[in-house]
């Protein structure tokens, strides 16, 4: 799925240069947003880097002026020259702690506010996209955006661009003494900046394409943890540790191998830099110790030039290292935007159309479906649902059937045609009126962590303990709820790992039948359920249907008997229609199916 930039959120490294410079501004502009909201923050801690700063660049200057003029007072009796050299240099001192020590907290605070901000936007920017996007981009990589790149982030904004920042403004304010103190010795340590200038290109050329990798390397290698962990039963049914231990090894070796190359590029940026700069020290000593020679350059100016000179480049290395976190923040920035910049495929309605007394009629005219951008599944059918009826839909695997659940339940949009709920369109529908009216019960049936009775009033929220037994009981769940441990207030654990798949599933009707809704949809929700369960589950669909729209999708046949009419699906048509005595004495595909099933219960 592609991006409002039209460049893919994986595509990273082959991107061309025009496209890689519009993932760059989308990601900067992404950072400006969050730290625009700390506007205040971001002004002050401005004005505290500048004057900590200015303060500790000033040393060398106090230094020159304390040699130069201060020690022939004091040598000539006045010994208060001391005191004033001697206080202006304390007063610089505690003035840069103090200030610096604040812009450090300030900066912690604001980095952290921006974090947060970002957190919980990628967050809930994810659960507002459509299926479709979460159907193609898989969980591993969701789960890398939200802990590898944004913990990359917050490595960058709580200590890397504090840092950058404060070495950069040293640096200025370094060379700016220098040149106080001797233009000539300026222009000298600024004939260094052209090694360094093209030594930080050559790094960034190579470590851009490095970090982007390790980006897509880290999601890959989290992926494949998480893929294990979550099939981990599979895993060890099929006995596939032993692969698994070789793929994952195979990512892990990348990653490593991906990690010794920014290595090696550091192992290179840093020490030319140190050697570049212990050049210049050199030069402006030999520099200096000839004009001293000769009478043009006091001894306490060539102090401070030297003094000045180390300092102004050891922030340099600072910068380098921090740099080296810049472009691994970069390569994490790029992918948390290209996260951000995906769109829903299926959009909440502008103005939606309130929806009064729901009776649950459903209506496709015309209407051509497929997946993407790829062929179409159903193309031109039309369907007629009238509200109060339970439909059942057969076929064959990959025939159509959950499609046809998934647009009754807008998690996709048609191509074409129209769909309407009580004769209004479903794209107008707002998305909490639909939730509410229309309920899609799956074959997945998943449990969120937290108790049974919670677990259950997922369908009405604030739901009272006699309307979650009264559910759990019209489905036959009540039973063996009350067998476990602590009844409705068991932990079911992760997933509903304390509960067999049958048990999940009957607690997921009770979730769905205490929502009401106007629409129900059982996408194979009773393939998990035994004979005596689902015997259970049939006689509380036949209870609580009543004038409720039904359309249950289902391989198993048992289940087609308590529905008013049967569709079924082949190759995305609807080939056949009618109620289930209609069709058995028809000879069709229905009737090939329902033979089929008599024999094998035999």
């Avoid at 698994?244 to 195979?250: C, H, L, R, T, V």
């Avoid at 087609?560 to 109620?579: F, N, P, Y």
């Amino acid at each position: 799925m592609s991006t409002n930039t039209g460049v893919s959120n994986e595509d990273a490294l082959t991107l061309t240069k025009d496209q890689r410079k519009r993932v760059r501004a989308r990601s900067w502009r992404l950072l400006a947003s969050l730290a625009a909201k700390q506007k205040p923050m971001l002004v002050l801690t401005l004005v505290l880097v500048v004057i900590s700063n200015a303060a500790r660049a000033a040393f060398p200057l106090l230094i020159a002026w304390a040699i130069d003029w201060g020690l022939p007072q004091v040598t000539s009796g006045n010994v208060a020259a001391l005191g004033i050299t001697g206080g202006a240099y304390v007063l610089c001192a505690i003035l840069a702690g103090t200030l610096l020590g604040w812009y450090i907290l300030c900066t912690a605070r604001m980095s952290q506010a921006m974090l947060l901000d970002l957190r919980l936007k990628v967050f809930r920017h994810t659960q507002r996209l459509s299926l479709e996007f979460h159907e193609n981009y898989t969980s591993g990589r969701i789960i890398s955006r939200q802990t590898s790149d944004l913990e990359t982030l917050r490595e960058l904004l709580d200590q890397g661009i504090s840092e950058l920042v404060s070495s950069g403004v040293f640096v200025v304010f370094t060379l700016l003494s220098i040149f106080l103190l001797d233009w000539r010795s300026g222009f000298l340590v600024m004939i260094a900046a052209i090694p360094i200038s093209l030594l930080f290109a050559w790094y960034q050329h190579r470590s851009e394409v490095v970090y982007r990798e390790s980006r897509v390397v880290s999601a890959r290698l989290i992926g494949s943890f998480v893929e294990t962990m979550t099939g981990i039963r599979a895993v060890k049914a099929f006995r596939k540790e032993k692969a698994n231990d070789a793929s994952y090894g195979k990512v892990a070796a990348e990653f490593r191998d991906n990690s010794i190359r920014s290595i090696n590029l550091f192992g290179v940026l840093q020490p030319g830099l140190v050697l570049i700069g212990n050049l210049a020290v050199a030069a402006v000593l030999a520099w200096g110790g000839f004009r001293i020679l000769d009478g043009t350059l006091a001894v306490g100016v060539l102090v401070a030039l030297l003094l000045a000179t180390k300092r102004v480049f050891q922030p340099v290395e600072g910068i380098a290292m921090f740099y080296s976190s810049l472009q691994a923040a970069t390569a994490a920035l790029e992918k948390v935007s290209g996260l951000l910049e995906e769109a829903p495929s299926v959009v909440e309605p502008e103005k939606p159309r309130p929806l009064g007394d729901v009776a649950g009629a459903l209506r496709f005219s015309n209407a051509v479906f497929g997946y993407g951008d790829g062929p179409v599944i159903m193309d031109r059918f039309d369907l007629d649902i009238p509200a109060g009826q339970t439909i059942a839909v057969v076929g064959q695997t990959g025939a159509g059937k959950s499609t046809l659940a998934k647009l009754i339940a807008r998690f996709y949009d048609l191509r074409s045609g129209s769909l309407t709920l009580d004769s209004v369109p479903i794209e107008q529908i707002g998305n909490d009126d639909l939730r509410r009216h229309v309920v899609m019960v799956t074959q997945e049936s998943f449990l969120f962590s937290g108790t049974v009775s919670e677990n259950i009033a997922l369908g009405k929220p604030g739901a009272s303990i006699e309307e979650i037994i009264l559910a759990a009981r019209a489905v036959g769940a009540h039973e063996f709820i009350t067998a476990l441990p602590e009844g409705y207030d068991t932990d079911v654990n992760k997933r509903g790992g304390r509960v067999s798949s049958g048990q999940r599933q009957l607690i997921s009707f009770a979730r769905a039948f205490l929502a009401d809704p106007a629409v129900l949809i059982l996408d194979e929700a009773t393939s998990s359920l035994d004979i005596p369960s689902e015997r259970a589950v049939q006689r509380g669909l036949q209870t609580l249907l009543g004038n409720r729209t039904a359309l249950i999708i289902a391989h198993r046949l048992s289940t087609v008997q308590i529905a008013d009419r049967v569709l079924v699906v082949h190759d995305g048509k609807i080939v056949e229609d009618g109620s289930p005595a209609e069709l058995i004495g028809s000879q069709g595909r229905f009737a090939a199916l329902h033979k089929a099933w008599r024999e094998s219960l035999v």
